[in-house]
């Protein structure tokens, strides 16, 4: 899908240029307005195509565009930036308890008057910067970097609720671990650590790229938006203390699981240490006089037939299979 967004003055757009019209407006000796193009799932050589015939980027910098295998970063060509962020969407736990958190690729060319976007998944942070250009004029007339830093903004934002999801995820297992824990539980936290270090893994590469943008001196970037990718910084800053501390918690709650798991063990083990203390002086009696050490002065005639054999095999089968039961029933299997 490719969609081209151009605002040739203020409070004034289009959404019907195609891409001969962007070769056009390219070639003006002097470019006037803002042009933005978002593309994604189109194949690689209608990319490479955009990318290195129409806007004439450096192969290499085509080249890493479209390959999605890459941490932020940002590389500084002159005319051109081009960044590599990457988006944050959480997928709610599936009914085996999987749950999944999604860190699709965006990259990012940005001059003084153009911004191009490309992405092979849809990312919903592009779709409400892109929707609200579109309700609001305005948004359009402060120039590319400014638009960046909105996309860098929704991006965070979406991070904050993919937090947010996952403590809520915590705090929920934490309650059915005291209330009715089963094996099934480790697994889910074991899936929640895994995305907690993945988000990890990829916020603090992305930290640095918001740095750089708020502090170095870049052509493309207006000194009077470095505030705002300042603040930008400042928010994943805070973000990644907080993953720190869902690290933390998420190990904390899995210390809590296996402790609980033990005790109910220990539980489960008194009582059947119980149950044995009861019949071995059973045991011990019915061992003791069964052993035929005289004659018996009793007819037992009815005892040893064919009733009395199927009689007792029922009963040794229906005993194992009655604990049975009973022990899943109180959750010790």
């Known amino acids: 899908m490719i969609r081209i967004l151009y605002s040739p003055a203020e409070n004034e757009y289009r959404t019907d ?5 962007v070769v056009q407006v390219l070639a003006q000796p002097q470019p006037q307005g803002l042009l933005w193009l978002d593309f994604s799932q189109e194949p690689l050589d209608v ?22 295998a890459h941490v932020p970063r940002i590389d500084d060509w002159q005319e051109y930036l081009y960044v590599v962020l990457r988006a944050f969407a959480y997928i709610k736990e599936n009914e085996e308890g999987e749950a999944e958190t999604l860190v699709p690729e965006l990259d990012v060319f940005i001059s003084r008057h153009y911004i191009v976007t490309y992405h092979e998944t ?9 929707a609200a250009c579109q309700r609001d004029k305005r948004l359009l007339n402060n ?17 904050i609720t993919v937090v ?4 809520e995820t915590l705090d929920e297992i934490e309650d059915i671990i005291f209330a009715a824990p089963s094996p099934q539980m480790a697994e889910r936290i074991f899936y929640l ?3 907690i270090l993945r988000l990890r893994r990829v916020i603090a590469p992305q930290r640095e790229v918001l740095n750089k943008l708020a502090r170095d001196d870049y052509a493309v970037i207006d000194p009077r938006d470095r505030i705002f990718f300042r603040d930008g910084y400042d928010h994943l800053m805070r973000l990644y203390e907080l993953i720190d501390n869902l690290r933390d918690m998420t190990g904390s709650v899995l210390d809590t699981y296996l402790s609980v798991v033990n005790n109910n063990m220990n539980s489960v083990m008194k009582t059947l240490a ?7 002086p059973l045991t ?27 009689v007792a095999l029922g009963a040794m089968l229906a005993v194992p299979i009655v604990m049975l039961v009973w022990m899943r029933y109180r959750r010790w299997l």
């Open 122 to 130: 849809p990312i919903t942070a592009v779709d409400r910067v892109w």
């Open 284 to 310: 011990f009696i019915t061992g003791f006089f069964g052993m035929n050490f005289f004659a018996t002065t009793i007819d037992t005639h009815n005892w040893s037939g064919w009733f009395a054999f199927g």
């Open 164 to 167: 947010e999801q996952i403590q």
């Open 47 to 68: 990319g490479e195509t955009i990318l290195r015939d129409i806007f004439k980027f450096h192969p290499l910098a085509v080249d890493d565009a479209l390959t999605e």
């Open 193 to 195: 650590k895994r995305n």
């Open 274 to 280: 119980v149950f044995t203390a009861l019949f071995l």
């Open 143 to 159: 120039g590319p970097d400014h638009l960046l830093y909105r996309l860098t903004d929704e991006i965070i934002n979406d991070a």
């Open 17 to 21: 240029l195609k891409l001969a019209d």
